[in-house]
């Protein structure tokens, strides 16, 4: 299983790097956020693939013992996560914000500071 | 004698505010900050002259060794006095030069900043305070060179004079620390007694190329000796004093001080003597081809500069003390021709040699003392420059198996130094006055008056030998040299063979005087030769050193992302595949796959068809709902893999992107293809080896064995200290609860930069 998921977050790697070489800046952001679940993708087959082991402790027991998924990955990927949601929402906006003002999506339009170029 | 060094400084600071005050006729009062110093040194000479040093130590950064300690030897107290006492006609001098010009006060400010960076570093014994005021005194003979910054010859002149001597400071500061390391101690005195554990370290050859570097720059040894020429374009003042009376001396300075140190092996010898001798005589013969007065004084300046590289690079006690005796000769009879040209400038308007002549009629007391500078400079008895000559063909000619060579390099240096000095001194006063010339008449006594006494205390001393014997020769030799013997210094020794060489170098220098002028023609004979000179092979070095960097740069920053992205991703891809393939195992366990159950297929088919998806459709709403298809997939899998949690964050995350997507989608334009497909293969390519390294390098950490400490920790901890039973949930809000705070204090971040560009409203005139 871990294999297929290996090369899953390898797809998700060359896709992400490849859209986010392209001149269209919604394919910029699309690219950041299929790398971004390519990155939790590699965290989390790091702490190894559980299957119906949550890592919660029963309501009898105090401590948690036996089989169970590594919690520290799920910690990480949660954090990371809600932190690319800020920067997917920022990133959206910036990009309607410097349409309207520039009238374009190109980035290769916008590669200078100067006005009039 | 921090007072001493601070006194300038202090002075500089002031006259930022007070400089107003400074310009008209109050100018004058500026010199009396040297004066006074003048005088306090003087006042050491009786102890000086017993023998004494005088130390002073201030703390500044004991950790590292850097203190500002000082110490007044003869050595430090010759060149103390050379600074404050020409310093003090200088500064008398340009109160009449620059009468009237619009920034005297700058001036004043940048002339006393270099007099007390130039003291501090003749009386510094740390070698890192010295450096400072060795960087200093580059950074003020910077602002002064380029003084007339309207004109664009004096700012190349003052950079290229910055970049040479700031190379020179590097390489010191290399040197120091080097020196430090192996004497265990930056304080120079302290290194006398490790002399032969400086010279047996393996480091010795290196610390001594990087101390000569620092003084053949500074000192404008060949090749490094072109600026001091181009810096003739500062005003005369600055020529006199930085440029020949002292800042170009400090190199000389540097390889005195540290001869006790660090002339332990037979190299310092070697390289000194070959180096110094091919200035001497390169530069002197140079002096045959200018007819500009401040051309000529440049080059025979730098002539006796070589002259005394070469004399501490001999290194005997005559030869340490013949350097001494010239340094004052050279400080005085040049600083006075210095003057006198700029006298001769400022009055008739031109420096060229062949349009003066005749000038004693209506400069006399300037001619007079021009004489005497060329009596000095040739070598004349009585003055202090027949004592000089004497003592170096007598170091010379003692110097073990090479010394007819060295006397006859040093003789001819000699007879082409005695033309120099006359052409500068003498000749434009002789002859006929030409009719435009006739009405000059002589300028304030304030500018007269101090060639004149510069010149009259060479003829003291040339008679009194005894008062630099005492005050200077002695201390110095009794510090500097190796084994310290007896010794007086005579104006008449009695027909002896120095005396024979003295008469053939004043006859054969007077013959080249009659023989030889000064023509415009000879100057455009040398100039066929700049192609191969130091000076124009470094300015083509450094025009290629741009080139390159331009193309570099371009070659680097162009200014599309996807180039540096390109560059970073293909970088990381050859370095990866380079670490994976240099040790390549792959251990694939495919029996795991038997496990695998329908659902976790079809999850696994669905994100793989949206991350493609994503990639090729040509609409962009599709795209942005299979970006929320990958999300969801990967919701459900989390979901399937034991992290409910994570599922629970994706779904809603995802779901608000897509729909925050959608919200903004309709105002952008058209959803194009814009790259050409050649450049979309290339990208191809990469992205895919890219990925291909990724999964490697996954399977190959999936093969090692994982460390669960921290879960464990966690396992076991998580309700007894936090009381909670979600474990992921107890790691976020309690155990790393600070983390998690400051990440809701991001996202406040950005939900605040996101309703600031809502609400942004641009003026019409930021919106062009």
Partial sequence: MEIILAIITGVLYASGVYMIMRRSMVKLILGIILLGNGVNLLIFLLGRITKGEPPIIDSAEK???????????????????????????????LVKRTYKVLKTDDLDQLNTTDEDS | ????????????????????????????????????????????????????????????????????????????????????????????????????????????????????????????????????????????SFYLIGFNNDKADSRKSALIALGITGIGGLLLLGGAVLLGDVAGTYRISEMLAMRDVISDSPHYLLILLLIFGAAFTKSAQFPFHFWLPGAMKAPTPVSTYLHSATMVKAGVYLLFRMSPVLSGGDIWHTILIAVGAITMVYSAIHIIFRTDLKGILAYSTI?????????????TQAALIAAAVFIVVHALYKASLFLITGIIDHETGTRDVTQLSGLRKVLMPVAIAGFIAALISGGVPPTLGFIGKDLIYESTLHYADSAILLTGLAIITKILLFYGGFVAGVKPFMGKLPEKFSKLHLPSPLMWVPPLIMTLAGIVFGVFPGLIESAFAKPIAMTQAINYEE?????????????????????????????????????????????????????????????????????????????????????????????????????????????????????????????????????????VAATGVVGLSFSLLFLFYSAPDLAMTQFSVDTLTVILFVLVLYKLPKYLKLSDSKLRIKHRILSISFGTLITLLILRVLNEPKNTEISEYYADYAYKLAHGKNIVNVILVDFRGIDTMIEISVLIVAALGVFGLLKLRLKTRDKK
Avoid: C
């Fill in chain 2, 1 to 140: 004698m921090l007072g001493a060094v601070l006194l300038g400084l202090l002075f500089s600071f002031f006259l930022v505010f007070a400089g107003s005050y400074f310009k008209g006729r109050l100018a004058v009062l500026s010199s009396l900050v040297p004066i006074s110093l003048f005088v306090y040194f003087l006042t050491y000479i009786p102890d000086i002259a017993q023998g004494e040093i005088i130390y002073e130590n201030y703390e500044w950064i004991p950790s590292f060794g850097v203190n500002l300690s000082f110490t007044l030897d003869g050595l430090a107290l010759l060149f103390a006095l050379m600074i404050t006492g020409v310093g003090s006609l200088v500064f008398l001098y340009t109160s009449a030069y620059l009468k009237n010009h619009k920034y005297l006060d700058r001036f004043y400010g940048y002339l006393s900043l270099f007099m007390a960076a130039m003291l501090g570093l003749v009386l510094s014994d740390n070698l890192m305070s010295l450096f400072i005021f060795w960087e200093l005194t580059s950074i003020s």
């Fill in chain 1, 63 to 93: 401590v948690l013992e036996g089989v169970y998924a590594d919690p520290v990955p799920q910690a990480l990927i949660l954090t990371a996560i809600v932190i690319s949601f800020g920067l997917q929402a920022f990133a959206i906006i």
């Fill in chain 2, 303 to 315: 002539s006796a500069l070589g002259i005394l590289v070469f004399l501490i690079g001999i290194g």
């Fill in chain 2, 487 to 623: 010794f007086h210094l005579k104006l008449w020794h009695g027909f002896t063979t120095i005396l024979g060489l003295s008469a053939i170098t004043i006859t054969a220098g007077t013959v080249l005087y009659f023989t030889i002028k000064p023509k415009h023609s000879l100057e455009n004979f040398i100039a066929k030769f700049d192609v191969v000179a130091p000076k124009d092979l470094l300015i083509k070095l450094s025009e290629g050193f741009a080139l390159f960097s331009r193309f570099w740069t371009n070659s680097f920053q162009t200014g599309y992302l996807r180039h540096y992205l390109s560059i970073i991703v293909g970088f990381l891809t050859l370095l990866l595949g380079y670490l994976i393939f240099s040790d390549f195992s792959l251990n694939i366990d495919v029996s795991t796959l038997a496990d695998l159950t329908i659902y976790e297929i079809s999850i696994l088919i669905m994100l793989l068809l949206g991350v493609l998806y994503v990639v090729f459709t040509k609409s962009r709403l599709a795209a």
